[in-house]
């Protein structure tokens, strides 16, 4: 009995990395390639925050999967959406305003150098994850007490995932090159399904309905 609790506690958590890592590096690739149609529609201002959420749905549908389909398909997927493309935006506008206030000059994250960029995206990465993890959270909690600490995992699987999906990927031609930014998503996605796979094995028994005796 307690070997078949660990084999599928550790099948999950294998389910639940995986999944993790291809959801973000496919729903980004997928966001990016729509980028186009998406600034003719919304325009130049809103494109990014649009791919984001379409990146955070994907990844969230991802790990919906991995949840055994429950919470609701809907909540689940939308509020990741929302969360990730608050965070992630809110994250890169903050950096790189601080950065021309500080310099005086515009600043872009992509094209500071190596240090500046790990401390950008480690800043970037935690207000996904704020953003990431505090909209799931509102999911969960009416079906999950255990979720409370999601939050805080989230704010540290994705502040540690982006730089270190970025140094990865300069072993692989940096993320200006398309091989280079897919190992820089696989990373980072990997990163926060480690982070968030016991929290998520413990979710996903708690919303499981049990079986009668």
Known sequence: MIEDIRGTASGFVVRWTVLCGLGLAVGLAVGLGLAAPVETVVGMMLVTPVILALA????GGAQWLALGRSPRFGAWVGTSGLGLAVGMTAGIVLVETLGQALTGEPMRLATLDMFGRLGGLTFVGAFA???????????????????????????????????AGSLVAELVGGLQSPVGFAVFLGVAGLTL??????SGAAIAAGLTPRRAD
Do not use: Y
């Open 129 to 163: 994850g704020l953003g990431l993890g505090a909209a799931q959270w509102l999911a969960l909690r009416p079906a999950a007490s255990m979720a409370r600490r999601w939050v805080v995992l989230c704010v540290a699987g994705f502040g540690a995932g982006l730089p």
């Open 193 to 198: 399904g480690v982070f968030t796979a016991r």
């Open 56 to 59: 955070g749905s994907m990844f």
